[in-house]
């Protein structure tokens, strides 16, 4: 099973990477001013950093930084 959105935030990594790519965001922290994501459980932070670096939004392998 792909990880494909932050739970606590209900929001999808599709959704999160329209909103960097139609701002040019690139820092985890200019796409929390636009969308907040990420705020409780914190566990998607690493996926949302990855998907800003190279667009993915499904990942299957765990991202452990």
Not at 21 to 26: M, P, T
Not at 33 to 50: A, D, E, M, T
Request: charged content about 30%; aromatic content about 6%; hydrophobic content about 40%.
């Amino acid at each position: 099973m792909a990880v494909t959105h932050c739970i606590c935030s209900s929001v999808s990594f599709v959704e999160l990477k329209n909103i960097a790519d139609e701002h040019k965001i690139k820092t985890i922290e200019e796409l929390r001013r636009i969308k907040p994501f990420g705020l409780s459980c914190k566990l998607c932070v690493p996926y949302v950093r990855q998907m800003l670096r190279d667009g993915r939004t499904a990942f299957d392998t765990p991202i452990i930084e």
